[in-house]
């Protein structure tokens, strides 16, 4: 199947510091990203659709200005977590979709490994 | 709106019991149906789909058919291992285009 990569998988960080996530597809091109948030033994909560080339589209709750999400090419997107606090502190999963496989129809995502955000 | 229910967890099994994991759904339409398996510390990985009614996926052992009818998509393994521990995901893409919806997520342990 399609692969997505995410870097890091793991990263720590001070509170008021900017981290940044990358989501990239290594076999396909994805016009659409998603990303997701998961809370400790909860399910993902989506944060924000990620398109390539425009604006994402952040669902109700999420602070724009503070999840920056940017798509500068059909393989990549970055999640960046500005002025970070130990409230943001979670695991982070971004998903694609690979246009030509057929889950352009059938809605199929493909994750990342996810990058677990520490705030001190 | 879309949503998704699953059972609650978490659930503890003895290996080679068999497994069953409740799912169901509310949807518009015709949905697409998927379960995820996410194993500590990582992302999520598609374990089986299912993209019309009656239609069955499966995949290491794990099945689940897509039922219009009573809207579920219940997942079942006839003789768990300890590698299965991990938590599952029950999901639909439906009316959103491009979105999964998914359930609370169930924790599976298997113990030897």
């Known amino acids: 199947g399609a692969v997505v990569s995410q870097h890091p998988s793991r990263v720590i960080c001070k509170s008021g510091t900017s981290v940044k996530i990358e989501c990239r597809s290594l076999d396909f091109q994805a016009t659409t990203m998603f990303w997701y948030r998961q809370f400790p033994k909860k399910s993902l909560m989506l944060m924000a659709t990620s398109n390539e080339g425009s604006k994402a589209t952040y669902e109700q709750g999420v602070e724009k200005d503070k999840f920056l999400i940017n798509h500068a090419s059909l393989t990549l997107s970055t999640l960046t977590v500005t002025s970070a606090h130990p409230e943001d502190s979670s695991f982070y999963i971004c998903s694609a979709r690979d246009m030509g496989q057929g889950a352009f129809i059938t809605g199929e995502l493909f994750f990342g490994e996810g990058s677990r955000l520490t705030v001190l | 709106g879309d949503s998704v229910t699953q059972m609650e967890g978490p659930v503890t099994l003895s290996e080679e019991a068999f497994l069953t994991i409740n799912c169901t759904y509310t949807?518009?339409?015709?949905?697409?149906l998927f379960w995820y398996v996410q194993y500590p510390g990582e992302g999520l990985q598609l374990l089986l789909k299912?993209?019309?009614?009656?239609d069955k996926g499966s995949n290491k052992g794990f099945e689940a058919t897509y039922r219009k009818e009573t809207t579920s998509f219940h997942l079942e393994k006839g003789s768990v291992q300890v590698s299965d521990s991990a938590v599952y995901f029950c999901a639909l893409s439906g009316t959103s285009y491009g979105k999964l919806t998914f359930g609370q997520g169930t924790i599976l342990t298997v113990h030897p």
């Open positions: 299912a993209t019309k009614a009656d």
């Open positions: 949807a518009t339409g015709y949905p697409s």
